[in-house]
């Protein structure tokens, strides 16, 4: 959260009444500091860059065999007649363009750029409801850290002054006919932000056919897609690396301030300057950083709490007194072979791992596992509060419920057009039926991803039961003694190498069946693909380690009764217990995967920009053909072209969720676990900063109301982390037992001997007698111990379970979503967008006639008959060619 420099009093404007004068000025939607030159210019040094389009041709092609020659030629010539049917049609639509040419070597670089007029503007800024200002909001906004430290007069470390602040505005839906009521109208140039003209670009650019519409060729997407575009993107508003020269930083760009204030390692314990950064990159990566802070800042208390958890284990390996009967054992319990080829061992050899184990289970895993629980269900209330703050102030509160609109491609793709019986105006439609059966597609193809996880799954098990009997047969002494850890640790990173591959074959195949799906909104979209994916790395992800939780070592049997799996006895728990090869395949899988993300995230977009940088950068030889008196690498549109695309925000969310999953599904394993969350995080934040400032293209602005179906995935990982955690306790730490024992006995004197059974003889086809882990008696059957204990842990697990859900649920009901002030500012604000769009209001003659000639004009020409369906998906008539003056 970041800090706002307004007055702390708070303001009665809050709820200042609208004036019945439609001439009275509230406020001003210009900033007040002098911008450094905008070179995002035509070449007159006016019209403004909305969009880039851009396309590589070779000058001297290649020859080559004469059946290859003439496939290319044709290839050549289909992609350049789309592109001139498209920019004909841009230009038709009232998109004003101008072309500039680089030849390099024997590659030719066009760049088209592209400027919407204004009546375009108006026209496409009511077709997809654009909110405008009102009247501004001068109510100040601070945070609770904030406010907390203010109160105890202690200075504020997370605080920093970010200069021009974006002004917070009362808004609604814009509308031709209201133009005088909304503030700024009087300039052109500065009426719609910058982000609002590169929406409604975006916007004509994903509508706009080039060739035959049942063909799907359509939209901007399409030509990139074929090549016959390499890019299309909106231009960053100047360089990122600030002046050499002292500098006013008001007079810096939005691009400089959020490098210097915000993406800098510098700034990692200072407050995101949130406002700045929905400014330039819009509501939707906003929301993910405003998130990802929000996540990390509650990761502190955990991972405080975690470390005394931890620290607590250090202390019982010293103290702990089954430890000690164990380590000073020596030949007293001999243990019977883990392996079919395995030989004797004494239990005292394992005395190290297992004071190792106290640090994983102990008694404190306990009440983290209670805290961590709770923790997940406040922190997601308390998210929820601060989501529809950020929502209402950024204007969002009711966007998918009222403003979004359908995707673009599917407003060119759909098949018919229906009426919507809310607005009663036409829309693309495309038939439940058909998206149900492709829907059902799609979650076949997600079974059987999963059944080849599955798969995978029992080979990396085969995997160590069968190293374990290579490294016994090699009758090396060192190998033989840490066969078990081998066999687990290679294991799990074999595990790991096979998550990752499997992960972006699945996300792949994802991103094809959901578009094939035909949603009709974006949320839904994303929520569709999100869910797909989700499953399919939900099991991917946390199958081993729900597999060493809850399922290994339970199928074994016992000494003269080993239960076979193909032929292979079914593999036990290590010499010091599962709960230990727990915490460790955690830590191999969590800590793995993240030290690998923040590596790639680190060097692969650096060496990408290193190499699209080589691959474009100017030679002497380099002829421009429109201006010769400019350089091209001076170019804004240039240097933009040589970064990164930017792949959006689902690997960000992905990364994150899984982690959260870690830290409360398994958290009785590795309390450790949100500390090397935290640290992550703090990485994390600064990388994603960098590579959205400074390695990727400009994305294009995108409105969001909240994380979307990431937040109920969240709240189903916190339930289900409440009956893991209890599972875990009950079954797989020595917790219960330890707890049992020393109420029937006193103390836990015996404890080692009380967890072994006795194997006789006959059972193990040898004279010797040997001991196992479980409460059997010499004839292998269950003891009442046994018995006791089971029913001791599935009553944990009910009252656990019952007694967290219910504190939860009370949380849930203490913690409203959305705060009262919150509340009465939208209603506020509903009454003002009532006031401005009155019908009776007087409309100013000067302005509002002129603007209404052009849209009239722009509206005719884009005009849909409503008795040809295919002339409905494309923005202006086929039959329409020439430009408008």
Known sequence: MMKRKQNLVEDSTTLIALSD?????????????????????????????????????????????????????????????WRTEFLSRLQTAGIHQEMKEFVQGKTKTTYVLLSAAWNVLCYYAEEISLRVPLQVVTT???????????????????????????????????????????????NKDTFFKTTQRHKILYEILVRTPFGALKRGEVGVGRLVSENVLTAAFPLHEGPFKMPTAPI??????????????????????????LDHIREYFGEKIALYFAWLGFYTGWLLPAAVVGFIIFLFGIWLMVTDVPAEELCSSGDTFVMCPLCNICSYWNLSSICYTYKAGLL????????????????????????????????HRWDCSEFEEIEERPRPEFTAMAPMMVRNPVTGAEEPHFPESQRLSRTLTGNMVIIVMIAIVLIFLIAIILYRTILSIIIYRSHSAIFIFSAGRIASLTGSMLNLVVILLLSRLYTYLAKILTRWEMHRTQTKYEDAFTLKVFIFQFVNFYSSPVYIAFFKGRFV??????????????????????LIELAQELLVIMVGKQVISNIQEFILPKLKTWWHKRKLKPAPSVELIDKPDTKPENSPWVADYQLLVC??????????????????????????????????????????????????????????QEIGIWLIILQFISYLAVISNAFLIAFTSDFLPRLYYRYNKGSMRGYINFTLSVAEGNFTQSEMSCRYRGQRDEKGQLTQDYFHLLAIRLSFVIIFEHVVLLI????????????EEVEIKIKREHYMAKEALAENQSLSKSVLEETERQTSELRHRLQIPTDNISSAFC???????KPPH
């Open 140 to 186: 100040p906004i601070s945070n609770w850290s904030e406010d907390i430290l203010n109160k105890m007069h202690i200075p504020n470390i997370m605080a920093q002054d970010v200069p021009n602040l974006p002004p917070d505005y009362y808004t609604c839906q814009y509308r031709n006919n209201k133009l005088e009521r909304f503030l700024g109208h009087e």
């Open 21 to 81: 004068h439609p001439e009275q000025t509230y406020g001003s939607t210009e900033m007040c500091a002098a911008p450094q030159e905008n070179k995002n210019v035509f070449s007159d040094g006016v019209t403004h860059v909305d969009f880039v389009l851009v396309w590589e041709e070779s000058v001297n092609p290649l020859k080559s065999a004469d059946s290859e020659e003439e496939s290319s030629r044709s290839s050549r010539d289909i992609h350049r007649k």
């Open 360 to 391: 994983f289970d102990n008694e404190g895993t306990v009440f983290f596992s209670i805290f961590m629980s709770l923790w997940a269900v406040t922190f997601l209330e308390y998210w929820k509060r601060t989501s529809s703050i950020l929502a």
């Open 875 to 881: 923005p202006f008539p086929e039959h329409e060619d």
């Open 557 to 578: 049997g016992y000494p003269g009764n080993y239960n076979n799996l193909l032929g292979i006895r079914n593999e036990d728990c290590g010499s010091s217990g599962c």
């Open 808 to 819: 939860g649920r009370i949380i849930d009901w203490m913690v409203p979503d959305i705060p």
């Open 647 to 704: 792949e959006g925000l689902f690997d960000e969310y992905l990364e994150m969720v899984l982690q959260f999953g870690f830290i409360t599904i398994f958290v009785a394993a590795c309390p450790l676990a949100p500390v090397f969350a935290l640290i992550n995080n703090w990485v994390e934040v600064r990388l994603d900063a960098q590579k959205f400032v400074c390695e990727y293209r400009r994305p294009v602005v995108e409105r969001a």
């Open 248 to 273: 006013d930083p008001k007079s810096l760009n939005m691009r400089q301030i959020l490098h210097h204030y915000w993406a800098r390692w510098a700034c990692w314990r200072k407050y995101q300057p």
